[in-house]
């Protein structure tokens, strides 16, 4: 479709030209802040299954001009009641070297270094994603913030591998594993709210689940994330630097945020 970015003349402020609901209601991400949390003692631990993948399976890795992003198995599962979501994919957020601080959701104004998305759809209820994406209740994505400190053994499945897909459309398969270990210990405290794909096409399908805790990767593994990625095929007389690729925080408008912890 038309080609949108993060920065000049495809930035942001353009998505809503060619995607109308970029400029609509229910936008992401948010800015979580005391005055809009409202603590909900009803929200449950998020239950996953099949999310210990074996290494006889495999994921796809590919460079999808926005951000790297992994393929999952269909056997991967989320319950959030009453719905069961079925794994899409996931893909991740970060910022620039110069600047490393890539979130797209931030915490009492914080942004951290970077962002896991793992992307699911309702399968209860939709036969499939791009069905299920265009609906309200249609997808189910996971939020994991990232934080720099020790070497991440299980994030590097996928930091030891961007040097073979530097470029636009370039794609490798890896061997499955378990993307449990990119979660947080803690799956029983997040935040919670009703908002939007942070990309275009933007449509408010998405029922946000973002972590309190966050990951933590080496600031090496973070600087090659920075610093390995192109936006631009092999082949382009311009290449242009994958950073930055996070949106600007939008207006809760009259949400509020629901939180499964108290302080
Ligand atoms: N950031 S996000 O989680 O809201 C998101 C979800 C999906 C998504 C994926 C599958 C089904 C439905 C929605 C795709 C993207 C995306 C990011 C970069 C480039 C293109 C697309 C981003
Ligand atoms: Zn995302």
Redesign the pocket.
């Known amino acids: 479709g038309h080609s949108w970015g993060y920065s000049g003349s495809k930035g942001e402020e353009s998505w809503p030209k060619n995607y109308e609901f970029c400029g609509g209601v229910y936008q ?1 991400p948010v800015d979580f802040h005391q005055n809009i949390l409202q603590y909900d003692s009803t929200l449950q631990p998020i239950k996953l299954s099949g999310y210990n993948v074996s290494s006889t399976d495999s994921f796809t890795l590919s460079n ?1 001009g ?2 790297v992003q992994m393929s999952l198995v269909p056997t991967m599962k989320i319950e959030i009641e009453p719905f069961h979501y079925t794994a ?2 996931l ?1 991740l957020h970060w910022g620039q070297k110069s600047t490393p601080k890539g979130s ?1 959701h931030c915490i009492e104004g914080k942004r951290f270094a970077g962002e896991v ?1 793992v ?1 699911h ?1 309702n399968s209860d209820k939709y036969a499939d ?1 791009s069905t299920a ?1 265009k609906e309200s209740d249609g ?1 189910a ?1 996971l939020g994991i913030l990232i934080e720099v400190g020790s070497f991440n053994p299980t994030f590097e499945k996928i930091i030891s591998q961007i040097q073979n897909i530097r470029f636009k459309n370039q794609k490798i398969q890896i061997a499955g594993f378990g993307v449990r270990e990119l979660l947080p210990e803690r799956l029983d405290e997040y935040y919670r709210y009703e908002g939007s ?3 275009p096409p933007c449509y408010p399908s ?1 029922l946000w689940t973002v972590f309190r805790n966050p990951v933590i990767i080496s600031e090496e593994q973070l600087i090659a994330l920075e610093t390995a990625l192109y936006c631009t095929d092999s082949n382009s007389s311009e290449p242009v630097e994958m950073t930055n690729n996070y949106r600007q925080l939008q207006s809760h408008g009259e949400r509020l945020v629901s939180v499964s912890f108290r302080e």
């Open positions: 992401s999808n926005h951000t899409s994919q893909h797209e998305h992307v759809y994603l994406m997808l994505v794909l942070t990309t998405v």
